[in-house]
């Protein structure tokens, strides 16, 4: 290998081994930052939690199982809008209530009662999902 301005250019004899399928070293140090991660800087607190919040929302969207007091539910899309769905038992199938909302961290919902309109408000933070 010739080293050009910080740039690395691999020889036809590198090329040529790499097409016949040997196996070249490779000069892993470039994958290393240098330094350590710091577990414990706002940045790294705020992309877990972003994370977490993404991988929540994920799941509740695509339909895994979740228990809310002691009964397991999940979530069924509707055919029309993506945020028009319903919540459905996981045990007997039967609807429960239909959802309007479904944001980062909140899912809101409504369901008829004995004639009267009941909202139903799902924080997804502490839902516990069925694995």
Same mark, same amino acid.
């Given at each position: 290998? +010739?080293?050009?301005?910080? $740039?690395?250019? =691999? #020889?036809?004899?590198?090329?040529? *081994?790499?097409?016949?399928?040997? %196996? /070249?070293? $490779? ?7 240098? &330094?350590? /991660?710091?577990?414990? +800087? *706002?940045?790294?607190? &705020? =992309? ?5 919040? *993404? #991988? $929540? ?10 228990? $809310?007091?002691?009964? %397991? ?5 509707? +055919?029309?809008?993506? !945020?028009?769905?319903?919540?459905? #038992? ?5 609807? /429960?209530? !239909?959802? #309007?909302?479904?944001? &980062? %961290?909140? /899912? ?14 799902? !924080?997804?933070? %502490?839902?516990?999902?069925? +694995?």
């Amino acid at each position: 290998m +010739s080293k050009l301005k910080n $740039v690395v250019v =691999l #020889d036809k004899k590198v090329l040529k *081994a790499i097409a016949e399928g040997e %196996t /070249v070293k $490779v000069d892993n140090r470039k994958n290393n930052p240098g &330094r350590p /991660v710091n577990k414990k +800087s *706002a940045r790294y607190k &705020r =992309l877990a939690k972003q994370a977490f919040y *993404a #991988d $929540v929302n994920s799941k509740f969207k695509t339909g895994n199982l979740f228990k $809310v007091s002691g009964s %397991t539910y999940y979530y069924s899309e509707g +055919s029309e809008n993506k !945020n028009n769905g319903c919540i459905v #038992d996981g045990v007997t199938n039967m609807h /429960v209530c !239909n959802v #309007d909302y479904i944001g &980062r %961290t909140k /899912v809101q919902g409504y369901t008829f009662t004995l004639g009267k309109k009941v909202n139903i408000e799902l !924080n997804l933070k %502490t839902l516990k999902f069925v +694995s």
